[in-house]
């Protein structure tokens, strides 16, 4: 945005940048897939419930 970068420099810049959003993303799913969420069942007990499934809408 200041101006210091010509256009080749400011597309690879850009191109890192939306590699860099890309790996992270990936990364992300990868956690949120080992992530798991404990929830107590209605007798006391603790159930494992896999991360996601917890979100969804229950109407």
Same mark, same amino acid.
């Given at each position: ?8 420099? &400011?597309?690879?810049?850009?191109e890192?940048?939306?590699n =860099?959003?890309?790996?992270?993303r ?5 956690? /949120?897939?080992?992530? &798991?969420?404990?929830t ?5 007990? =603790? ?10 809408? /229950?109407?």
């Amino acid at each position: 945005e200041g101006g210091n970068l010509t256009l080749e420099e &400011s597309l690879s810049t850009f191109e890192k940048a939306v590699n =860099l959003v890309n790996y992270c993303r990936r990364l992300l799913i990868d956690v /949120e897939k080992r992530i &798991s969420v404990l929830t107590a069942k209605e007798d006391g007990q =603790l159930m494992e419930i896999p991360w996601g499934e917890g979100q969804k809408n /229950e109407d």
